[in-house]
């Protein structure tokens, strides 16, 4: 992707902005940002500040999967919301969004610049449900909305639809909403089993990688190799399947309280933080202690709670 600006206008490979427009222009491994904004048009955020998230987008999501320049048009009197074009790295995005909103349409067209794979029928819904999910995680990150607005668009209703069946999809929402929720469970059991060394971004990057379109039975696999340990079950109940995502995860811990590996301090959590100074040899058995220790705290927290439904 690319842009080429003069007086007339702002030209890219898919979209273009004719008449004078102002350009914000950041770098980050090699890439570019430029968020353009129509002469005249008063947006919801600073482009400087949409620009900034963007840059720390591109460095926190380390997926694989992105060109060398990232156009993004900041546009007036549109439908809500926004679109992207993936294989040019091009977006738009209404000019009134909100970076301070969990469903932050900026964030989510960016994550979309992302997703260089091609997915098969059964995978349409994972293009939608993780940019929904990465666009909150990384709102979350980079401190544009709190915990509980991360964890509340999340953590929504129960769906009985099918992930991998459109058939099944009773509205348009269910990628963005049971297919985020189920994103963000997978991303905390994949940390977990793995003492939080790789997350769902590892299988993010393994699709975009992928040679053909992505099926289900390649998503299993991809799940595996990064957990190091069979998923397979969860997946064909919540993915391949009608079960709802439980409220709870498989520990106990409740939905909220441990969404996609973001969790409140704790003594594991800590010690993950200060330990990447420490050799591994030394470090893992020290994690795995802490980890069974705050296990066996949640146990006794939750012995006293009723189980909520999801």
Do not use: C
């Not at 694989?64 to 738009?92: M, N």
């Not at 059991?189 to 992928?210: A, P």
């Amino acid at each position: 992707g690319g842009a080429l600006a003069d007086a007339d206008g702002v030209f890219g490979d898919r979209y273009a902005l004719v008449g004078s427009a102002d350009v914000v222009s950041r770098s980050v491994a090699g890439q570019r940002v430029d968020v353009v904004v129509p002469a005249g048009t008063t947006p919801g955020e600073d482009p400087a500040a949409v620009a900034d998230a963007l840059v720390e987008a591109a460095w926190r999501l380390d997926v694989g999967g992105h060109d060398e320049a990232i156009l993004t048009y900041a546009v007036p009197g549109v439908r809500r919301g926004g679109e992207s074009v993936p294989a040019r790295d091009e977006f738009w995005v209404r000019a009134d969004s909100r970076l301070d909103d969990p469903e932050n349409v900026w964030l989510h067209e960016y994550v979309h610049t992302r997703q260089s794979f091609r997915l098969a029928t059964e995978m349409r819904w994972f293009r939608e449900a993780s940019a929904e999910y990465y666009a909150a995680r990384l709102s979350y990150e980079g401190g544009y909305v709190d915990r509980a607005a991360f964890r509340e668009h999340l953590a929504g209703g129960p769906s009985r639809a099918t992930l991998t069946d459109p058939d099944t999809w009773a509205d348009r929402p269910v990628p963005h909403d049971k297919g985020g929720r189920v994103l963000a469970v997978l991303d905390a059991k994949i940390r977990t089993e793995t003492d939080g060394h790789r997350s769902l971004q590892d299988v993010f990057r393994r699709l975009n990688r992928h040679d053909g379109p992505v099926t289900y039975a390649d998503f299993v696999r991809a799940v595996n190799g990064v957990a190091g340990t069979p998923m397979d079950a969860w997946l064909d109940r919540h993915v391949d399947g009608a079960e709802p995502v439980a409220d709870q995860y498989h520990d106990g811990q409740p939905l909220g309280g441990n969404l996609g590996g973001v969790t409140e301090p704790s003594p594991a959590r800590t010690f993950l933080l200060v330990s990447a100074g420490l050799s591994f040899v030394a470090a893992a058995p020290l994690y795995r202690f802490l980890r069974r220790r705050e296990a066996r705290r949640g146990e006794n927290r939750s012995s006293d709670r009723a189980p909520q439904a999801g």
